[in-house]
T-cell receptor, first 113, second 114 residues
Framework: DTEVTQTPKHLVMGMTNKKSLKCEQH?????MYWYKQKAKKPPELMFV???????INESVPSRFSPECPNSSLLNLHLHALQPEDSALYLC????????????FGPGTRLTVT | GENVEQHPSTLSVQEGDSAVIKCTYS??????FPWYKQELGKRPQLIID?????GEKKDQRIAVTLNKTAKHFSLHITETQPEDSAVYFC?????????????FGKGITLSVRP
C-alpha cells in the first residue's frame, strides 16, 4: 500500500482562524514532509521530519507549526495566515530521508480569506 | 545547493509520437533523480526514478537516461497517449542523511494532441 492520506481536502479559513492539516501513512516510512504548491509551480519544501524529529525547516514563517505525534502521523497547525498562503499543501513520506522514493498525498487546497 | 533546470516549459506532440524532456543539475554529488507526473488537480505521482550508478532505466513506455558527466537526465515517453498530458517535474538530490531534500525543476507541461 503506497498511500498517503490527507484531511481535509479543502479548507477555507479567515486570517484570524486556527486550523490544522492532517497527514497519515501506514507504509512504515520514517521520513515525512510538508510541501506548499502554488499553481503551475513545483512543490516547495517546508518541513522534513526524520524519525519523528524535525530535521529541516526551510525558514517557514512561525504561523505554520508542524507536529509529528508518531511515525504515522504528521500535522500542520495554521494560525494567523495571510491570503498569499493560499495554496495546495502536500504531505509526502519516504522510507527514510535521503535518496528514497517520496510518495505524495492528495493535498489540502487551502484558501485564506 | 542543488539547482535543477528543466527546458522547455511546454511541449506538444501528436498522439503516437515520442516525447523527450530534459533536465540539467548542478551538484555533482546528486545521486537520485526521480520524475513526477502531476495531472490537473491531482497529486504529484512518482513515475520513474534513476540512481547515479545506473545509466538507463525503462518501465513499459517510459524510460529515463542519466549522463553524469554532462549532469543531465532525460525522460523518454514512447507511443504517447492523450492521458500522458500532464505537468512533469524532474528532481535531484544528493544523499546527506536526515538533511536530504529534493530539488525540483520548474516543470514542463506536456500536451498530447489526439
Amino acid at each position: 500500500d503506497t498511500e498517503v492520506t490527507q484531511t481535509p481536502k479543502h479548507l477555507v479559513m479567515g486570517m484570524t482562524n486556527k486550523k490544522s492539516l492532517k497527514c497519515e501513512q501506514h507504509m512504515g516510512h520514517r521520513a515525512m514532509y510538508w510541501y506548499k504548491q502554488k499553481a503551475k509551480k513545483p512543490p516547495e519544501l517546508m518541513f522534513v521530519y526524520s524519525y519523528e524529529k524535525l530535521s529541516i525547516n526551510e525558514s517557514v514563517p512561525s504561523r505554520f507549526s508542524p507536529e509529528c505525534p508518531n511515525s504515522s502521523l504528521l500535522n500542520l497547525h495554521l494560525h494567523a495566515l495571510q491570503p498569499e498562503d493560499s495554496a495546495l499543501y502536500l504531505c509526502a513520506s519516504s522510507q527514510v530521508a535521503g535518496s528514497y522514493e517520496q510518495y505524495f498525498g492528495p493535498g489540502t487546497r487551502l484558501t485564506v480569506t | 545547493g542543488e539547482n535543477v533546470e528543466q527546458h522547455p516549459s511546454t511541449l506538444s506532440v501528436q498522439e503516437g509520437d515520442s516525447a523527450v524532456i530534459k533536465c540539467t543539475y548542478s551538484d555533482s554529488a546528486s545521486n537520485y533523480f526521480p520524475w513526477y507526473k502531476q495531472e490537473l488537480g491531482k497529486r504529484p505521482q512518482l513515475i520513474i526514478d534513476i540512481r547515479s550508478n545506473v545509466g538507463e532505466k525503462k518501465d513499459q513506455r517510459i524510460a529515463v537516461t542519466l549522463n553524469k558527466t554532462a549532469k543531465h537526465f532525460s525522460l523518454h515517453i514512447t507511443e504517447t497517449q492523450p492521458e500522458d498530458s500532464a505537468v512533469y517535474f524532474c528532481a535531484a538530490t544528493p544523499y546527506t542523511g536526515a538533511n536530504s531534500k529534493l530539488t525540483f525543476g520548474k516543470g514542463i507541461t506536456l500536451s498530447v494532441r489526439p
